[in-house]
């Protein structure tokens, strides 16, 4: 068994709402309509300018280019601050209070979360996924909301290692690792 007393901060919640933008299934579904739309666009823009005058044309091409090449560099920005301003958000309506407190505890079972705000049960044959970051565990229950176990929270890589171990055994998924 595997107890963890934590403490979640709104940088936990940040570092969720990014790495579930980027990188879980769903998460990366929204990355790749926001990331091509603006090739659609510029298609549908050029599209006029191809009939026409041969120098606007090549123009219209070039700049749409351009366009596309700085939309697709700052793509993966603009989803990190959309996480940002929706995790914002969620604390200004106190849909996430701070802090959030709590016990978490992989028992033969199931997991046990008890929290200020939350207590809870959750049997490993729910587990949907796990992901592991460079800052985090997440454990998720369904494809939008997970358990998030900070690093900061396990004492050694030995332990680390055995609830690594436990949970892959436990729900039998691979943990899907996607350290930067």
């Known amino acids: 068994m595997f107890q963890f007393n934590y403490t979640l901060t709104e940088n936990d919640y940040f570092q969720f709402n990014i790495n579930h933008q980027l990188y879980t299934r769903s998460g990366k579904r929204n990355f790749r309509v926001i990331k091509y739309s603006i090739l ?51 604390l200004k309506n106190n849909h996430i209070s701070l802090p959030q407190d709590g016990t978490l505890s992989f028992e033969e079972q199931f997991i ?3 929290g200020t705000l939350q207590e809870g ?10 992901y592991m970051t460079n800052m985090a565990i997440y454990i998720y229950i369904t494809p939008t909301s997970a358990i998030i176990l900070p690093y900061r929270f396990i004492e050694s890589q030995e332990v680390f290692n055995s609830l690594v171990g436990f949970l892959q055994e436990k729900t039998g998924k691979t943990i899907i690792n996607i350290t930067k």
Not at 76 to 90: G, L, P, Y
Not at 125 to 130: A, E, G, T
């Open 121 to 130: 049960k959750i049997s490993y044959r729910l587990i949907d996924s796990i």
């Open 112 to 114: 046990s979360n008890v």
């Open 40 to 90: 659609c666009i510029m298609i549908i823009a050029i599209t006029p300018f191809l009939f026409h005058d041969l120098t606007n044309t090549v123009i219209s091409i070039v700049t749409g280019i351009f366009c596309c090449i700085v939309w697709l560099i700052s793509a993966k920005r603009i989803v990190i601050e959309q996480a940002k301003s929706f995790v914002r958000k969620q």
